[in-house]
C-alpha cells in the first residue's frame, strides 16, 4: 500500500500559478501511475491528468490543457502539479491518486488517495 501527502495548496489571484506536491511512502513509489483529481465545492471529482509510472507520458483535462503540468520524480517519492494561469474556475479541493496500470480518467480506477488540498482562486 502506498500512502499519498499533498501539499502546496493555498489562496492565489486570477492568472497567477501555484505547485502542488504529493509525497509518497509506503511501498516503492516507481511502479505506479498517478493522476491528479478535483473536487470543487457542488461537483463531482473531476480528472485533472496524469503520468505514468516512467514520466513519459502524461495525459491532461481539456480544461486545464496548456495550462498545467504533471511531472514526477521517483528518486524523491513525489509527483508534481504544476499550474499556472489560474483562473476563477480552478478552486477546488485537488487530490492525488495512484493505481498499478496504465493511464485513467476515473476516478475509480484509483485505488490510493491523498487526503486533497485546498486551491482557492480569487479575482
Known amino acids: 500500500q502506498v500512502q499519498l501527502v499533498e501539499s502546496g495548496g493555498g489562496l492565489v489571484q486570477v492568472g497567477g500559478s501555484l505547485r502542488l506536491s504529493c509525497a509518497a511512502s509506503?511501498?516503492?513509489?516507481?511502479?505506479?501511475?498517478l493522476g491528479w483529481f478535483r473536487q470543487a465545492p457542488g461537483e463531482e471529482r473531476k480528472f485533472v491528468g496524469g503520468?505514468?509510472?516512467?514520466?513519459?507520458?502524461?495525459n491532461y483535462a481539456d480544461s486545464v490543457k496548456g495550462r498545467f503540468t504533471i511531472s514526477r520524480d521517483n528518486a524523491k517519492n513525489t509527483v508534481y502539479l504544476q499550474m499556472n494561469s489560474l483562473k476563477l474556475e480552478d478552486t477546488a479541493v485537488y487530490y492525488c491518486?495512484?493505481?498499478?496500470?496504465?493511464?485513467?480518467?476515473?476516478?475509480?480506477?484509483?485505488?490510493?488517495w491523498g487526503q486533497g488540498t485546498q486551491v482557492t482562486v480569487s479575482s
Open positions: 509506503g511501498r516503492t513509489f516507481s511502479p505506479y501511475t
Open positions: 491518486a495512484a493505481r498499478v496500470g496504465g493511464l485513467q480518467s476515473l476516478d475509480y480506477e484509483y485505488a490510493y
Open positions: 503520468i505514468s509510472w516512467n514520466g513519459r507520458t502524461t
